[in-house]
């Protein structure tokens, strides 16, 4: 076996360097092989968030940037590096309704150096980073080029409910920031007051501000005041460069889960809990890659008062079959099959590929690991088994208990967190009926309605979105 694979290396290489490079030290043949990198794929992520340029090459690259203004602009340099037809497909891959990307040009600028230039539709702070092989990836060099000035979550949110997405556009930025304050410190409840208020002018008199009380106080004014904003946090895992498990048919999980998601977004957004509107949060609506911990912080900024995070993954047999539903454990996994599922999940971030240089992700992590707490763990449990009550009248569950282990998209420290297996993408069948509409929306209804039995018994709290 080993014989073979070195053989084989051997060949390669006699086939790629010529038998000169066999004679040279280890460090210098790959020194070689990386002159005459080559690349095996171009892919563009677009997104409100970020935009993310991919390029995946067989050999490490080494690049060099800077930004330039007026107009914006990021030009790359990338050495040891021949211009060739994949490097040439970036440029009619860039879609015209990418926030970020106006355009992007490619040229040998020397010999050896490929030139790169992405023309910016907006200010962006990028971030550049190499990732190493993972997954079906080779070496990848990756541009995520973020707005300077961030959407927010919020302001996300409240762009999400004006129906059009327009309000976070790269055409009206401004509506991408939430203000600091409001009259009620509540951009999204203000919102949906203005809303109710709309709609019931004409008849009873209207208090200027119903959304009543934002840390469990009494309602200030008027019984019909006493509304205030449900918010539910939905995560359609992986998504961009991790595209999740992937059925024997092709299917991605990413795509499934989405899709689940937002069917589930809807029934959230016309339901009600003890005559307060419920709203749907998801932490990505679109095919871009959000880091675990983002999830998380996204869902603490708009104030979720539950954390949904919807998957659809492989098992090691095709034979493994039936949905489930897992909370956070912080003393080690209740199966091992549970522990064989966090260890994949958390794979999310290497795959999807993290940048671990910045300062925000370093303060995101410290902020967010090791505080969950026990109560979290509880509501969470409650959560899982009321998901589980619903899920088993559709589907077979293969544990009638949520079960526990260490996935760090549900470590919210206080935020009820589950993630739901909607079923296994790797058996043959279910990934037929994951693909169904039908399954969709049986599996949406579930998840509403045992996000409601949830609410029956535990009235959620109030909350603050995080600033
Ligand atoms: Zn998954």
């Not at 000169?20 to 990386?34: F, T």
């Not at 092709?250 to 795509?255: I, N, S, V």
């Not at 589950?418 to 079923?423: F, M, N, S």
């Amino acid at each position: 076996m080993t014989g073979f694979a070195l053989s084989h290396s051997r060949r390669a290489l006699l086939q790629q360097g010529g038998a000169l490079a066999l004679l040279l030290s280890g460090v210098s043949v790959a020194h070689g092989m990386a002159g005459g990198a080559a690349i095996v794929a171009v892919r563009i992520w677009p997104a409100e968030d970020y935009t993310r340029v991919t390029l995946e090459s067989n050999a490490p690259l080494q690049a060099t940037h800077e930004m330039i203004g007026a107009p914006p602009r990021l030009a790359v340099d990338i050495h040891g590096l021949e211009l060739d037809a994949a490097l040439r497909e970036l440029v009619a891959k860039v879609r015209p309704d990418d926030p970020n990307i106006a355009g992007i040009r490619v040229g040998q600028n020397a010999p050896d150096v490929v030139r790169l230039v992405i023309d910016l539709k907006r200010d962006i702070q990028p971030q550049v980073f190499s990732l190493t092989p993972v997954a079906a990836y080779q070496y990848r060099l990756v541009f995520d080029l973020y707005p300077a000035h961030p959407v927010d979550p919020l302001a996300a949110l409240i762009a999400q409910r004006l129906g059009n997405g327009a309000g976070a556009s790269a055409n009206n930025p401004e509506a991408a920031t939430v203000p600091g304050t409001t009259a009620s410190g509540d951009a999204l409840g203000d919102w949906i007051a203005r809303q109710e208020q709309g709609q019931k002018r004409g008849g009873a008199t209207t208090p200027a501000n119903p959304v009543g009380p934002r840390s469990g106080g009494a309602p200030s004014i008027g019984r019909s005041s006493a509304q205030r904003l449900i918010i539910v946090a939905i995560d359609p895992g992986h998504g961009g460069e991790d595209p999740g498990a992937t059925g024997p048919a092709g299917t991605h999980e990413k795509d499934i889960v989405i899709r689940i998601a937002k069917k589930l977004r809807d029934r959230i957004d016309a339901s009600r809990v003890d005559g307060n509107p419920m709203r749907a949060f998801l932490t990505r609506d679109s095919d871009f890659f959000v880091p675990l911990a983002t999830r998380v912080a996204k869902a603490r900024r708009v104030g979720a008062s539950l954390f949904v995070s919807v998957h659809a993954d492989a098992f090691t047999t095709p034979e493994a079959r039936g949905a489930g539903v897992f909370a956070l454990s912080q003393h080690g996994a209740s199966s091992a099959a549970a522990r064989w599922l966090a260890d994949n999940e958390n794979q999310s971030d290497r795959i999807g590929g993290v940048y671990l240089g910045g300062e925000r992700d370093a303060l995101l992590q410290s902020a967010l690991f090791d505080m969950s707490t026990t109560m979290q763990i509880r509501h969470s449990i409650k959560l899982g088994d009321a998901l589980l009550h619903q899920i088993g009248g559709i589907e077979h569950l293969h544990s009638g208990n949520v079960e526990r282990a260490g996935f760090a998209v549900l470590k919210a420290p206080d935020i009820p967190s589950v993630l739901v297996e909607t079923a296994f993408i790797s058996n043959p069948d279910e990934e037929m009926r994951l693909r169904t509409e039908a399954y969709q929306n049986a599996m949406a209804d579930a998840l509403i309605d045992g996000i409601q039995q949830y609410f029956a018994v535990n009235p959620p709290l109030a909350r603050s979105p995080t600033a």
